[in-house]
């Protein structure tokens, strides 16, 4: 019922692309929020984007401003984080995440999420 599946991750060249999906029950998309979380090996969890399902409204880490774009197909129940110009920096699993219902206070703080997704690993190389 509130399922979500990531898919998209890969190895790259710093500089490539990757488009990272994740499909979600129709019940899970109805979360207020869902948004892509990574986490590098000895590192804390961090938001890297988040969408507002019941509009556009769309948050980033300044990390990757200018570089990723979140967005979603309603239509699909699929959000998905487009990654340019990437860098060794970003390698890492990425999470893909909903809230619970109405509420997102917070939408880069993984404690605001109360599903999540397996992950789908990204590696950049140099």
């Known amino acids: 019922q509130r399922q979500l599946v990531e898919s998209g991750g890969g190895s790259v060249q710093a500089g490539g692309s990757l488009r990272l999906s994740c499909a979600a029950s129709?019940?899970?998309?109805?979360?207020?929020?869902m948004g892509w979380f990574h986490q590098a090996p000895g590192k804390e969890r961090e938001g890297v984007a988040t969408?507002?399902?019941?509009?556009?409204?769309?948050y980033y880490a300044d990390s990757v401003k200018g570089r990723f774009t979140i967005s979603q197909d309603n239509a699909k129940n699929t959000v998905y984080l487009q990654m340019n110009s990437l860098s060794p920096e970003d390698t890492a699993m990425y999470y893909c995440?909903?809230?619970?219902?109405?509420?997102?206070?917070?939408?880069?703080?993984?404690?605001?999420?109360?599903?999540w997704g397996q992950g789908t690993q990204v590696t950049v190389s140099s």
């Open positions: 995440a909903a809230t619970q219902g109405g509420a997102c206070w917070n939408p880069l703080r993984s404690a605001e999420f109360r599903y």
């Open positions: 129709r019940y899970t998309y109805s979360s207020r929020c």
């Open positions: 969408i507002y399902t019941g509009g556009d409204s769309t």
